[in-house]
């Protein structure tokens, strides 16, 4: 018997209520300015460290543009071909935004290892001018995306590379102060060095959450066993199977499972029973159950033959 939880897939629990691509594209146009200064910055001066963040800021604008995009197409409704919707473009985005601050970052760091081999002229007090443009710009952004991030991936992806960039900025002050007092023109690179180093750093949490949502892994929030023994706990529940919780995308879960009762009369109840407990203590809304008893575990389905449970029942 296959029978749904008391809410379908759009009923499922969302805090964001805030439409994700208002902040997006405010963000989007800092970033697109902030580009083009520290470019400009960059090529004037002839400090990496500026073009470094201006790489940043173009894998950023890819970011915001991409998860612009990935939530307008995320809303677009159910169909009959696509019965999840399209939710899961926005992780489909998330991965591809981490694979390119990869490629920038390794550019950086060739970059910057050619330097310290060959040394090239910066004109600090211009460095100096573009590095707090770009913090003020960095900060204005953090705060848009910071207001609004709830539980969307794409934002909170933004929102860290906001973060990592003003932290970019104040290194590349730092540098600028070291080759004003100093002299030693590596500062840049050193720089540049960390910039890549916070690109990598900051691209790693939403890339492997995104990760593991397109491998159907279970949320970090929600313990399966603990799960499978509150269901083993409601009365007439005599066994749980092939028991399997993922996210359709971020903060919207799904679950599924083989439950054994002891009496099929009361497999009504028992489900009503289970529906309500996964939807109300555990948040899951999208409830898949197959009730079975012992007579009913043919050989027609191998993870339910006795002796071949993929479950707790083995
Ligand atoms: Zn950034
Ligand atoms: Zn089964």
């Known amino acids: 018997m296959k029978t749904h939880g008391p809410h379908d897939a759009t009923g499922s629990r969302r805090t964001v209520a805030v439409d994700p691509r208002r902040p997006f594209a405010v963000a989007l146009g800092i970033t697109l300015v902030l580009l083009a200064v520290e470019a400009v910055g960059g090529w004037l001066t002839g400090s990496l460290a500026l073009l470094a963040d201006a790489g940043h800021l173009l894998a950023d604008a890819g970011t915001l543009g991409i998860g ?33 601050l990869w490629a920038v970052a390794g550019a950086i760091l060739y970059e910057a290892v050619q330097r310290f081999r ?35 991936l794409n934002l909170r992806v933004a929102l860290t590379h906001t973060l990592a960039d003003a932290a970019a900025a104040v290194g590349t002050i730092a540098a600028s102060f070291v080759i004003l007092t100093t002299g030693w023109v590596q500062a840049d690179a050193a720089v540049s060095i960390g910039i890549a180093a916070l690109i990598l750093a900051g691209s790693w949490p939403p890339l492997h959450e995104a990760v593991r949502i397109l491998m159907e892994g279970a949320p970090a929030h929600l313990s399966l066993t603990e799960v499978e023994v509150a269901m083993r706990g409601v009365p007439g529940v005599t066994g749980v199977h092939d028991l399997h919780i993922w996210s359709l995308t971020a903060g919207v879960e799904a679950v599924s499972g083989h439950v054994l009762v002891a009496d099929p009369g009361e ?40 002796g071949a449970r993929t479950g707790s029942d083995r």
């Open 118 to 152: 060959v040394l090239h002229p910066v004109s600090a007090p211009g460095m100096l001018i573009v590095a707090l443009v770009g913090l003020a710009g960095n900060l204005a952004n953090s705060a848009v995306l910071a207001r609004d991030r709830g539980e969307n």
């Open 267 to 306: 497999g009504q109840r028992v489900l009503r029973d289970l529906c309500r407990l996964l939807s109300d203590r555990y948040g899951l809304g999208h409830a898949t159950l197959q009730l079975e008893t012992e007579a009913s575990s043919d050989p027609w389905h191998p993870n339910c033959a006795p």
């Open 68 to 100: 612009f995009v990935g939530s307008w197409i995320a809303s677009r409704p159910a169909t009959a071909k696509m019965s999840y919707g399209y939710r899961r473009a926005e992780i489909l985005a998330a991965v591809t935004n981490g694979v390119a």
